[in-house]
Nanobody
Framework: QVEFVESGGGLVQPGGSLRLSCKVSRSTLPYAQIGWFRQVPGKARQAVTCLSIYDGNTYYGDNVKGRFTMSRDNAESTVFLQMNSLQPEDTAVYHC????????????????WGQGTQVTVSS
């Protein structure tokens, strides 16, 4: 069973930045597809990122392309999500997740995920 420790969420003004971290208790992290999704209560899950081990690419959801960047530190079993130019519509709980899937360049799902960290963008 994979455990996740997410951190870095908080309140930020529109146009600001946040960096989320996720430590994963999984020694096979370097070999795992991993990413982030976000969810607002009562709304559908929205894909944010997925790093594919099959082609080495990091895929992003349409709503975050050009603003968000995912990175990973395999030695620390940690992944990061740098979020820039945040807008109120980015407000959500952000979840780190393993076993994400990508089909035809689009993120299609996630396997296991943590409890998430709240990001609120508001003036």
């Amino acid at each position: 069973q994979v455990e996740f420790v997410e951190s870095g969420g908080g309140l930020v003004q529109p146009g600001g930045s946040l960096r989320l971290s996720c430590k994963v208790s999984r020694s096979t992290l370097p070999y795992a597809q991993i990413g982030w999704f976000r969810q607002v209560p009562g709304k559908a899950r929205q894909a944010v990122t997925c790093l594919s081990i099959y082609d080495g690419n990091t895929y992003y959801g349409d709503n975050v392309k050009g603003r968000f960047t995912m990175s990973r530190d395999n030695a620390e079993s940690t992944v990061f999500l740098q979020m820039n130019s945040l807008q109120p519509e980015d407000t959500a709980v952000y979840h780190c997740a393993t076993d994400c899937s990508v089909i035809a360049g689009r993120i299609t799902g996630y396997g296991s995920w943590g409890q998430g960290t709240q990001v609120t963008v508001s003036s």
